[in-house]
């Protein structure tokens, strides 16, 4: 059987509302089977081109009908859920019926569109429920009473390579297992519940199940979507009687997959954090993308020999058949066509580019039944045999150590138990009808409470769930029955008609009271319970309006529907209320900026980061609450001038970042947004561990997500503008320290000198009017750290600065020592910068950069107060807030602009002494031009001729700097001698003097000597 590529399809969204608000740029086109990328950066490149199996335009051109449905307008290209089915999952069904197995997976970043291609949203029904659908109806056209069909339904997430069975309530601590097949070398899920269906509304109702035990898990702080993979696997049997009245099983297994979202780890990875190792967020991913390149390099003949590395993650393992084995496989490609997602959208291309080199080979897996059931008898022998007669000896001398040869033959002996079980099981299994094991599943799937009543919705009050991901939004449905709905933990008495679990969820939460459609709420008090209404924490008892937004504890957010009195206390409102505009909302009261007229990209990008961080911090606080961890975190944006190396010449945008706070003594770390994503997963397990009864109170401290060993702290940073430089000018400062919000920490005593090579300063008569006279020669300064004067009492230990700067044309980071135990501290520190040859782009430099000067304090581990010993983290950080609240009301502002302001000073204020330089160069012209003129009006009559006159004063008039005063020297000479000759070999040794021909300046005895014989004129 000849191989088979596997087939894979793009598919580019709609721009999404935020997009749309931004006016994102489009950067993607189609035409046949080429997709092609364009780089908003480079609008002059040839755009990137790659060609697929299948193009699909689902951008625009598209209109919705009454129902829902998006079909395409006017005869667009628009490509549709039913084209797509058309086009991909008849193809997966008629396979199926032939007794292939086949594979689809969708792959692309967060929001990309991965889920509406696999499973839709609403009436827009994607490729699995369609396929479903039909393969039910394509069942019932079967008039072959000799044929007979099975199906099983199965779904599971992947998080954290751990494995869920997302039908069963039961799933155990860890996940369940998975396993090899020892004979078939194949992986395969232990215990995973495979539920018989004979319907297409069996599937539909076993997916709801499915999906509501994901958006719980969610919820919980388990599994958030865009980190899981969901796998649905779907059996197909064609069990066929022939003549002779024998049956041969024809089967198929249909793997449908929707990937956890693909940001690459640079992205959202946290570079350089020791606890990185530990997070598997995106190991299945990873793995993944090294099986694709692998079986790219195989297929491509590039490389002879390699390992597959399938064993690298579950999802792999998982994926085995699917990846360069037994199955017709199909990938779609989910784009963004936003500028903004250049990065990514291009690496997804890349990825599908290599994924369709992937050669597969896909056998009819049909055989006859009695055959297959004897064989399955057989090999329930031989492991049987296997395990009696002492279970597996491994061969020495194969590399392994003894260790490892144990653990190895302990893992196979498990694998051999695990399949005799799972034998024995289908043996059994196979003694029992198929009406049997399908009538006792559908007695389940009815017990199943289904998605919420639609026909209920329209008449009662209700709370509709809301999450990250749109698929698990709405999923969850709580009616309000007249008279009082209570919320809180299960292990509450008596037990709340609404239970929730989770961070900052009281027993005794809040109550919900509801009559004839007037709702309100209470928060229950002295529990310390925290809910917020539309942002705002509840206190005491508030009425409730249709759409208004309740968040209990820190993930639990509904919506309140309100049938019975539909009217809005905001009209303003949108149609529908999204999981993010309630944490928009959430952001604005918490003094963040949400608007995005008139944002910059690199803004935008800041406000997303922003959003998306906010209810993480808000989550690690509530954690660090429950474990009382005594630490606080909060979102800090760092402006581009605080940036350490920060060039504000260059348009860089703020830095989101997370402070985290130790309560007991004040310490302080900042973390990058990518190490913090990363910490709060791990803090995430950590309370996973906790409420799954673990001891976690003696982890150590390198495990520990909240520990950080101390670190030299961000005092704050002063800018050093550079435009003295271009005229050789040297400027000494004082320069405010700001810290990231802006606000004042203290002054930074520094110079800035031009010098020679070895660090001598120039003399100031070196000033040039026109700084281009210094290109193409080579330039040096020193920069001296003079002293510095913090406020903060805190920073005394010892305190240090650090920048860095380009020195012979390498950037260099550059440290005082540490001075300890002064807050007034002297460093005197000195470093020359060399600019071998001065360009263009270091004028420009020194006319609108700057140097970023970062002002460190050391910090210890001090032993706290007594008395703060005695409280908890939840008490301290209430503490905190009130000490904060004042300067939070009047500084959030400052904390995007404040630095900016800093910045702005500064320069000017370089700006204004340049300026008084240059006044005091034209003050100093115009006096030796009155006293030329004066001279010259002393003169007597026979001497005043215009000529000289004019070379006299045209000379002041248009020197500069050091050339004045040899010029108005020489001149002077001029006039007394009145010798022509005399007057040119002056002027000859002058110029000499004026431009040294070795390209140097003038050394300061020079200067002094032009100073000196410069005073006759004077
Ligand atoms: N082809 C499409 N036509 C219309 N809307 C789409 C299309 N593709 C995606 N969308 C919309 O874009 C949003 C995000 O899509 P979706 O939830 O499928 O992303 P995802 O790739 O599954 O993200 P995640 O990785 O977070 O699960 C949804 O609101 C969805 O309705
Ligand atoms: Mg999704």
């Known amino acids: 059987?000849?191989?088979?590529?596997?087939?894979?399809?793009?598919?580019?969204?709609?721009?999404?509302?935020?997009?749309?608000?931004?006016?994102?740029?489009?950067?993607?086109?189609?035409?046949?089977?080429?997709?092609?990328?364009?780089?908003?950066?480079?609008?002059?490149?040839?755009?990137?081109?790659?060609?697929?199996?299948?193009?699909?335009?689902?951008?625009?051109?598209?209109?919705?009908?009454?129902?829902?449905?998006?079909?395409?307008?006017?005869?667009?290209?628009?490509?549709?859920?039913?084209?797509?089915?058309?086009?991909?999952?008849?193809?997966?069904?008629?396979?199926?019926?032939?007794?292939?197995?086949?594979?689809?997976?969708?792959?692309?970043?967060?929001?990309s569109g991965k889920s509406f291609s696999m499973v839709g949203y609403g009436n827009n029904k994607g490729i699995v429920p369609i396929t479903c659908d039909e393969m039910f109806k394509a069942m019932?056209?079967?008039?072959?009473?000799?044929?007979?069909?099975?199906?099983?339904?199965?779904?599971?997430?992947?998080?954290?390579?751990?494995?869920?069975?997302?039908?069963?309530?039961?799933?155990?601590?860890?996940?369940?297992?998975?396993?090899?097949?020892?004979?078939?070398?194949?992986?395969?899920?232990?215990?995973?519940?495979?539920?018989?269906?004979?319907s297409y509304a069996e599937i539909?109702?076993?997916?709801?199940?499915?999906?509501?035990?994901?958006?719980?898990?969610?919820?919980?702080?388990?599994?958030?979507?865009?980190?899981?993979?969901?796998?649905?696997?779907?059996?197909?049997?064609?069990?066929?009687?022939?003549?002779?009245?024998?049956?041969?099983?024809?089967?198929?297994?249909?793997?449908?997959?929707?990937?956890?979202?693909?940001?690459?780890?640079?992205?959202?990875?946290?570079?350089?954090?020791?606890?990185?190792?530990?997070?598997?967020?995106?190991?299945?991913?990873s793995a993944l993308g090294n099986v694709i390149s692998a079986l790219a390099d195989l297929s491509m003949g590039t490389k002879k020999k390699i390992m597959v590395p399938y064993r690298d993650s579950v999802l792999t393992k998982l994926?085995?058949?699917?990846?360069?084995?037994?199955?017709?496989?199909?990938?779609?490609?989910?784009?963004?066509?936003a500028d903004i997602n250049y990065d990514e959208t291009l690496s997804t291309l890349r990825y599908a580019d290599r994924a369709k080199k992937i050669k597969n080979k896909a056998v009819v897996n049909e055989n006859p039944l009695d055959k297959l059931i004897r064989e399955l008898k057989e090999e329930n022998e031989k492991l049987k045999k296997a395990m009696e007669s002492g279970g597996v000896v491994m061969q020495e001398g194969t590399g392994l150590s003894p260790e490892e040869l144990e653990k190895m033959r302990k893992q196979m002996e498990e694998d051999i138990r695990a399949q005799l079980m799972a034998n024995q099981a289908m043996l059994a299994d196979n003694d029992q009808s198929w009406d049997d094991k399908l009538a006792e599943a559908r007695t389940e799937t009815e017990k199943i409470e289904g998605g919420a009543d639609d026909k209920r919705k329209t008449k009662e009050p209700h709370l509709i769930n809301l999450n990250e991901d749109p698929m698990l939004s709405g999923v969850i449905c709580h009616f309000l029955n007249g008279g009082e709905t209570s919320i809180g933990r299960k292990d509450a008495s008596p037990t709340p008609n609404i239970c929730l679990s989770g961070l900052s969820i009281q027993k005794q939460h809040a109550v919900i009271y509801s009559t004839k459609g007037v709702i309100e709420i209470e928060s229950v008090s002295g529990s310390g319970s925290k809910t917020k209404i539309n942002g705002l924490p509840l206190t005491g008892r508030k009425a409730l309006c249709h759409k208004d937004r309740i968040l209990f504890g820190s993930n639990h957010m509904y919506v309140l529907?309100?049938?019975?009195?539909?009217?809005?206390?905001?009209?303003?409102?949108?149609?529908?209320?999204?999981?993010?505009?309630?944490?928009?909302?959430?952001?604005?009261?918490?003094?963040?900026?949400?608007?995005?007229?008139?944002?910059?990209?690199?803004?935008?990008?800041?406000?997303?980061?922003?959003?998306?961080?906010?209810?993480?911090?808000?989550?690690?606080?509530a954690v660090s609450e429950e474990l009382n961890k005594q630490k606080s975190f909060e979102v800090v944006l760092i402006s581009a001038a605080a940036q350490e190396g920060g060039d504000v010449t260059q348009s860089q945008a703020s830095k989101v970042t997370v402070k985290m706070k130790n309560l007991l003594n004040?310490?302080?770390?900042?973390?990058?947004?990518?190490?913090?994503?990363?910490?709060?997963?791990?803090?995430?397990?950590?309370?996973?561990?906790?409420?799954?009864?673990?001891?976690?109170?003696?982890?150590?401290?390198?495990?520990?997500?909240?520990?950080?060993?101390?670190?030299?702290?961000?005092?704050?940073?002063?800018?050093?503008?550079?435009?003295?430089?271009?005229?050789c000018l040297d400027f000494e400062d004082t320069l405010n320290i700001s810290d990231y919000k802006g606000q004042e920490e203290g002054h930074l005593k520094v110079k800035l000198e031009p010098c020679d090579a070895k660090g001598k300063p120039i003399d100031e008569e070196a000033f040039v009017d026109d700084p281009r006279d210094l290109l193409n020669k080579p330039y040096h300064f020193k920069l001296t750290i003079e002293t510095a004067n913090i406020h903060k009492s805190r920073f005394s230990k010892g305190i240090l600065v650090k920048y860095t700067v380009k020195n012979n044309g390498k950037?260099?980071?550059?440290?005082?020592?540490?001075?300890?135990?002064?807050?007034?501290?002297?460093?005197?520190?000195?470093?020359?910068?060399?600019?071998?040859?001065?360009?263009?782009?270091?004028?420009?430099?020194?006319?609108?950069?700057?140097?970023?000067?970062?002002?460190?304090?050391?910090?210890?581990?001090?032993?706290?107060?007594?008395?703060?010993?005695?409280?908890?983290?939840?008490?301290?950080?209430?503490?905190?807030?009130?000490?904060?609240?004042?300067?939070?009301?009047?500084?959030?502002?400052?904390?995007?602009?404040?630095?900016?302001?800093?910045?702005?000073?500064?320069?000017?204020?370089?700006?204004?002494?340049?300026?008084?330089?240059?006044?005091?160069?034209?003050?100093?012209?115009?006096?030796r031009m009155q006293q030329v003129c004066e001279e010259w009006s002393n003169k007597p009559d026979g001497e005043k001729q215009f000529?000289?006159?004019?070379?006299?004063?045209?000379?002041?008039?248009?020197?500069?700097?050091?050339?004045?005063?040899?010029?108005?020297?020489?001149?002077?000479?001029?006039?007394?001698?009145q010798k022509f000759v005399k007057q040119m070999a002056l002027e000859k040794s002058a110029n000499k003097k004026a431009a040294p021909s070795n390209g140097k300046r003038p050394s300061s005895a020079e200067h002094n000597k032009t100073e000196s014989s410069a005073c006759v004129i004077q």
Request: glycine residues 6%; aromatic residues 8%; neutral net charge.
């Open 1 to 111: 059987m000849p191989d088979e590529s596997v087939k894979v399809a793009v598919r580019v969204r709609p721009f999404n509302q935020r997009e749309k608000d931004r006016q994102a740029k489009l950067i993607i086109k189609m035409q046949g089977q080429m997709t092609t990328i364009k780089n908003p950066e480079t609008p002059n490149e040839e755009p990137k081109s790659f060609s697929f199996d299948y193009s699909y335009w689902s951008h625009d051109g598209f209109q919705e009908k009454s129902d829902g449905i998006l079909e395409p307008a006017g005869g667009s290209n628009y490509a549709s859920q039913r084209r797509v089915f058309e086009d991909l999952g008849q193809g997966v069904l008629d396979n199926a019926f032939e007794g292939y197995n086949c594979s689809l997976f969708a792959y692309g970043q967060t929001g």
């Open 140 to 198: 019932g056209r079967n008039s072959d009473s000799n044929k007979r069909f099975e199906v099983t339904f199965s779904m599971l997430e992947i998080y954290n390579e751990q494995v869920r069975d997302l039908l069963s309530k039961d799933n155990p601590k860890g996940g369940l297992n998975v396993r090899q097949n020892p004979k078939l070398g194949l992986f395969y899920v232990e215990n995973l519940k495979r539920v018989p269906v004979g």
């Open 204 to 285: 539909e109702k076993r997916t709801e199940q499915g999906t509501a035990s994901r958006t719980v898990a969610s919820t919980n702080m388990n599994a958030t979507s865009s980190r899981a993979h969901t796998v649905v696997t779907i059996t197909f049997d064609q069990i066929i009687k022939n003549d002779s009245g024998s049956e041969t099983k024809k089967s198929s297994v249909m793997n449908l997959v929707d990937l956890a979202g693909s940001e690459r780890a640079d992205s959202t990875g946290a570079t350089g954090d020791r606890l990185k190792e530990g997070a598997n967020i995106n190991k299945s991913l």
């Open 319 to 337: 994926l085995q058949n699917a990846l360069g084995g037994n199955s017709k496989t199909i990938m779609i490609a989910a784009l963004s066509p």
């Open 561 to 621: 529907m309100n049938p019975m009195k539909p009217e809005t206390a905001d009209t303003s409102l949108p149609k529908e209320i999204t999981w993010e505009y309630a944490q928009k909302e959430i952001a604005q009261v918490k003094g963040f900026a949400t608007g995005s007229a008139g944002l910059s990209k690199e803004q935008q990008i800041v406000q997303e980061q922003v959003l998306e961080i906010l209810p993480m911090v808000s989550e690690v606080n």
């Open 666 to 727: 004040g310490n302080t770390w900042l973390w990058e947004r990518g190490k913090f994503i990363t910490r709060r997963y791990l803090i995430q397990e950590l309370y996973q561990k906790f409420l799954d009864g673990e001891d976690i109170s003696n982890i150590p401290k390198e495990q520990d997500p909240f520990w950080e060993p101390t670190e030299d702290v961000l005092v704050g940073t002063s800018n050093l503008f550079l435009q003295s430089l271009s005229y």
């Open 811 to 927: 950037a260099e980071e550059v440290k005082t020592p540490t001075v300890k135990n002064t807050l007034t501290p002297t460093f005197n520190f000195s470093k020359i910068v060399t600019i071998p040859k001065l360009k263009q782009e270091n004028l420009d430099f020194f006319e609108s950069g700057c140097i970023t000067l970062s002002v460190y304090g050391i910090q210890e581990d001090t032993m706290p107060d007594a008395k703060l010993l005695k409280l908890n983290t939840r008490e301290l950080r209430q503490m905190e807030n009130m000490e904060n609240s004042q300067a939070h009301a009047s500084g959030r502002r400052a904390t995007m602009f404040g630095n900016e302001i800093a910045s702005d000073t500064s320069h000017l204020k370089t700006e204004v002494v340049l300026l008084q330089r240059k006044y005091e160069r034209l003050q100093q012209k115009e006096r």
């Open 947 to 977: 000529e000289p006159f004019f070379r006299v004063v045209s000379a002041v008039a248009n020197s500069t700097g050091t050339r004045l005063k040899t010029r108005v020297q020489m001149l002077n000479q001029v006039l007394q001698g």
